[in-house]
């Protein structure tokens, strides 16, 4: 396997298994780290998350330029991408198109999913709830859904995580195929 995504709400669990799949690995890990600490809050959600992560594995802290953080780590490391939801939060606050956005997810999936290493990308299911109010919200809600869409097609497998537990995705070309056996 070398792509796996992990999709999920909120503290649904998803980079908890994410570094318990790395930890299962013989290889040397490395984590990507998008997030940036604006505000005290996100200041200690980083520290909670830096605690949590064994001392020897190697962090990169690349809010914007994940295709380089990526191909900067060695073939034979496990990495793990948490995660896109900030990364594209990042990317729109940044003034990206959402087009430049989705063409940068098709690059970074590639570069992913071409790697020998497991890597392990987290990110947040953000469509399944209220649509959003203001304009950016809604775009964020958009451009989310697609990159994830990005990432599963590329991906190996892909699981939804709901509190902790872990559910398959079925590519839809599995789905398409098994009705046009039907």
């Known amino acids: 396997m070398a792509l796996l995504v ?3 709400g909120a503290r649904s669990g998803k980079s908890a298994l ?3 799949l790395a930890s299962a690995t013989d290889a040397a890990v490395t984590l990507i780290a998008t ?15 830096r605690a949590a992560r064994p001392a020897q594995w ?12 990526l191909a900067g780590t060695p073939q034979h490391a496990c990495v793990i991408v948490d995660c896109l939801t900030l990364w594209v939060s990042n990317l ?3 003034g990206w198109s ?16 071409d790697r ?5 990308v987290v990110s947040n299911e953000v469509g399944m709830g209220v649509v959003p109010a203001y304009e950016l919200g809604r775009e964020f809600r958009d451009v989310q859904g697609r990159v994830n869409a990005v990432f599963c097609a590329a ?21 398409i195929e098994m009705f046009g056996r039907a």
């Open 92 to 94: 729109l606050l940044a």
């Open 116 to 120: 020998v290493a497991p890597t392990l």
């Open 155 to 175: 991906a190996d497998r892909s699981v939804m995580v709901f509190a902790g537990r872990a559910l398959e995705l079925t590519p839809a070309d599995d789905l």
């Open 6 to 8: 992990l999709l999920g």
């Open 18 to 20: 994410a570094q318990q």
């Open 98 to 113: 959402a087009q430049r956005i989705e063409e940068e997810a098709t690059r970074v999936a590639a570069l992913a999913g």
């Open 35 to 49: 997030a940036e600490a604006h505000d005290d809050e996100m200041a200690e959600r980083i520290a909670a998350h």
């Open 58 to 69: 190697t962090t990169v802290e690349e809010p914007i330029d994940v295709a380089r953080a």
